[in-house]
């Protein structure tokens, strides 16, 4: 085990995308000694940005924009696809629609503003990007048509992600510690700025001096407490997608020890459908994302009452995904069931619905899937049937009376169930095929919680938090990803999650650098005498600096240097 440095410039907590991306920042800005502490053990590194699919949402100018910082599209293959720009304005209507026209316009102005510069930097970094041809397009007549607004992804997803980042801080000189949890912050009495952070480092305590602190922890997802408390009933109960060390710790403790004012929407978080033969309480770090179950657009989703619940069709995956998973959750035993027939089931991604990642229900008529379903829950199979040929009668009724509309999933194509001599009270507005070509396959899933929309007030100009006490900054603290509250309301553009992990990590990385080193921003932070910190535990003042680039050991004091060594990255 390394030993833990007892000061250091800046100090990031939280391991993950935005972590990663507000220590680099951190550094490439000026900060000579950056630390990096996560709670969770090295095997669980990466918090849960690890279990993403990789994908960023950012404003672009089409394909010829994004050519050069992808690795997967050649010459040839470039002729064959489509893809639109996707602008500034593409992008505020998407947020603006559907996080219920309540995210904060300024955090929002910053995160699309922000956006391709961020994967850009990112690209500099060495992250490996790949156009988003398995997830986000479809082959149509020879042609891999773009959809959704969201075209890139990282290679290898969440695991390439963490990878790089982590490639990319190890050359920035950024040390990170695993099994280090913050538990408290300290101010000094003078200015009230931040000047230290007590851990548990490997169980032991200890103290960081530090001029400015970066907190990207992640939210309260993993905390069936809070969970319960913040989002209502039964949320205790719902599955973890991710990592389950973002419990929520250091909002807590940042409002308790710094006043840090809330923001966002505490009651509100992103939630999709998940395998239900998943774990409860924590993704898999192998099976990771491909528990995510989002072929719904494809066919419908039945509760185990036997009825439908939402319009499968109403919009793309991008747009309901992360709503889908509470509406689940609603239903009679938190679990319904997917349904499609053999026109619909070759669409299915293998990635999410191939049979070693899926249990699947299969049923040469739709009386026999009924009976199968029975086995695992479904508790009315009359009204399971009843309800998919009242779903095919109307789609039959829709297409007679359109014939000329082609099923697309590329676009809204507009098939419906809803037509002059037929409708449904609960429509599907498209993509709305009858289901009636057996065998048929149905998978059980539920409701997985992604991450929670709550988080910490922050001052868009300077990236610092806002005390409620005074409603000014909290001088020397910052805050990214998922702690930062009041972008997303009651929904998120699928994708903006990473996308506002770098673009805010970069800025507060940028800023916590400039008071560190003096060069301007907050009340410049007390010396160490001032502190209201005894020292504890590990570390000692001065050692060697390792793993710096040659340019940036230039002009480092000797109070600067850290101690330790890092651990191995
Ligand atoms: C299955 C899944 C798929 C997803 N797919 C996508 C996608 O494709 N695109 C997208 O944009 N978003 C996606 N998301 C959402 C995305 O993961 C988050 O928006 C983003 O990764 C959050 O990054 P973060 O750095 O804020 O938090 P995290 O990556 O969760 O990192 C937080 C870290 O803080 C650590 N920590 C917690 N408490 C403490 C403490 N007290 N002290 C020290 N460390 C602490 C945790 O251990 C964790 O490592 C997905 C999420 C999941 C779960």
């Given at each position: 085990?390394?030993e833990?440095?007892?000061?250091?410039?800046?100090l990031?907590?939280?391991?993950?995308?935005?972590g990663?991306?507000s220590?680099?920042?951190?550094?490439e800005?000026?900060a000579?000694h950056?630390?990096?502490i996560d709670?969770c053990?090295?095997d669980?590194?990466g918090?849960?940005s690890?279990?993403?699919?990789?994908?960023?949402r950012?404003?672009h100018?089409?394909?010829?924009?994004l050519?050069?910082?992808v690795?997967?599209?050649?010459a040839?293959l470039?002729?064959k696809i489509?893809l639109d720009?996707?602008?500034?304005?593409?992008f505020?209507k998407d947020?603006?629609?559907?996080?219920?026209g309540?995210?904060d316009?300024e955090?929002?102005?910053?995160?699309?503003?922000?956006s391709?510069?961020?994967?850009q930097w990112l690209a500099?970094?060495g992250v490996r990007f790949?156009?988003s041809l398995n997830?986000?397009?479809?082959l149509?007549?020879g042609r891999?048509?773009?959809?959704?607004?969201?075209a890139i992804?990282?290679?290898?997803?969440?695991?390439?992600?963490?990878?790089?980042?982590r490639?990319?801080?190890?050359k920035?000189?950024?040390?990170v510690?695993f099994s280090?949890?913050?538990t408290?912050?300290h101010?000094?009495?003078?200015?009230?700025?931040i000047n230290?952070?007590?851990?548990d480092h490997?169980s032991?305590?200890?103290?960081?001096?530090?001029?400015?602190?970066?907190?990207?922890?992640?939210?309260f997802e993993a905390?069936?407490?809070?969970r319960?408390?913040?989002l209502?009933?039964?949320w205790?109960?719902?599955?973890v997608?991710g990592t389950?060390?973002?419990?929520?710790?250091l909002?807590?403790?940042?409002?308790?020890?710094?006043?840090?004012?809330?923001?966002?929407?505490w009651?509100?978080?992103?939630?999709?459908?998940?395998?239900?033969?998943a774990?409860t309480?924590?993704?898999n770090r192998?099976v990771s994302?491909?528990?995510t179950k989002?072929g719904?657009?494809?066919?419908?989703?039945i509760?185990t009452?036997?009825n439908?619940?939402?319009?499968?069709?109403i919009?793309?995956r991008?747009?309901t995904?992360?709503?889908?998973g509470?509406?689940?959750l609603?239903q009679?035993?938190g679990?319904?069931?997917?349904v499609?027939?053999q026109?619909t089931?070759p669409?299915?991604?293998?990635?999410?619905?191939r049979?070693e990642?899926?249990?699947?229900?299969y049923g040469?008529?739709?009386e026999?899937?009924a009976a199968?379903?029975?086995?695992?829950?479904?508790q009315?199979?009359?009204?399971f049937?009843?309800?998919v040929?009242?779903?095919?009668?109307?789609?039959?009724a829709?297409?007679?009376e359109?014939p000329?509309?082609?099923?697309?999933?590329?676009v809204?194509?507009?098939?419906s169930?809803?037509s002059?001599?037929?409708?449904l009270?609960?429509p599907?507005?498209?993509?709305?095929?009858?289901?009636d070509?057996?065998?048929?396959l149905?998978?059980?899933v539920?409701?997985?919680?992604?991450?929670t929309?709550?988080?910490l007030a922050t001052?868009?100009k300077s990236?610092?938090?806002?005390?409620?006490t005074?409603?000014?900054?909290?001088?020397?603290?910052?805050?990214s990803g998922?702690m930062?509250?009041?972008?997303?309301?009651?929904?998120?553009p699928?994708g903006?999650?990473?996308?506002?992990?770098?673009?805010?990590g970069?800025r507060a990385?940028?800023a916590?650098?400039?008071?560190?080193?003096g060069?301007g921003?907050q009340?410049q932070?007390e010396s160490?005498s001032?502190?209201?910190v005894?020292?504890?535990?590990s570390?000692?003042g001065?050692?060697q600096?390792s793993g710096?680039k040659e340019g940036?050991k230039?002009?480092m004091?000797?109070?600067?240097?850290r101690?330790a060594k890092p651990?191995?990255?």
């Open positions: 085990m390394s833990l440095p007892s000061r250091c410039d800046v990031v907590v939280g391991g993950g995308n935005a990663f991306s220590a680099i920042a951190a550094r800005a000026g000579q950056v630390v990096l709670k053990p090295e669980w590194a918090g849960n690890f279990f993403t699919a990789g994908a960023m950012t404003v100018n089409g394909l010829q924009d050519l050069p910082i690795n997967n599209v050649d040839e470039a002729k489509d720009p996707y602008t500034y304005a593409d505020r947020m603006d629609r559907v996080c219920l309540r995210s316009p955090l929002s102005k910053i995160l699309l503003d922000g391709r510069d961020a994967v500099d970094h790949q156009l997830r986000q397009a479809f149509i007549n891999h048509k773009f959809w959704g607004g969201l992804k990282t290679e290898d997803g969440g695991k390439g992600l963490i990878d790089d980042e490639r990319a801080a190890k920035a000189g950024v040390e510690y280090t949890s913050a408290k912050l101010r000094g009495p003078k200015t009230g700025a230290a952070v007590s851990v490997h032991k305590p200890a103290t960081i001096e530090t001029k400015a602190v970066i907190l990207a922890a992640g939210g905390n069936p407490r809070m319960a408390q913040y209502g009933e039964g205790d109960l719902a599955y997608r389950p060390y973002n419990t929520g710790d909002l807590d403790i940042a409002m308790r020890d710094c006043s840090a004012k809330q923001a966002g929407h009651s509100g978080c992103h939630c999709t459908c998940w395998d239900a033969n774990p309480d924590s993704g192998e994302n491909e528990f989002s719904y657009p494809l066919g419908v989703m509760n009452h036997g439908r619940f939402v319009d499968e069709g919009d793309y991008n747009y995904y992360a709503i889908f509470r509406a689940i609603q009679p035993n679990s319904v069931f997917q499609w027939d026109k089931i669409w299915l991604r293998s990635e999410e619905y049979d990642v899926v249990t699947k229900i040469s008529t739709l026999e899937l199968k379903c029975m086995e695992v829950g479904l009315n199979p009359e009204k049937v009843q309800t040929k009242d779903f095919n009668r109307a789609a039959h829709f297409r007679k359109n000329d509309k082609e099923w697309n999933l590329a809204k194509d507009g098939l169930t809803q002059s001599s037929d409708s009270s609960l599907k507005t498209n993509w709305a095929l009858p289901i070509e057996g065998p048929f149905a998978v059980k539920t409701g997985g919680i992604t991450f929309f709550g988080g001052n868009p990236s610092a938090v806002i005390s409620s005074t409603n000014q900054d909290v001088p020397g603290l910052f805050v998922e930062l509250g009041g972008l997303f309301y009651g929904n998120y699928g903006s999650g990473l996308t506002s992990g770098t673009v805010f970069r990385g940028a916590a650098a400039k008071l560190a080193t060069s921003g009340l932070p160490g001032g502190s209201d005894q020292q504890q535990g570390g000692s001065h050692g600096v710096m940036m230039e002009g004091t000797e109070g600067m240097a101690v651990s191995k990255l």
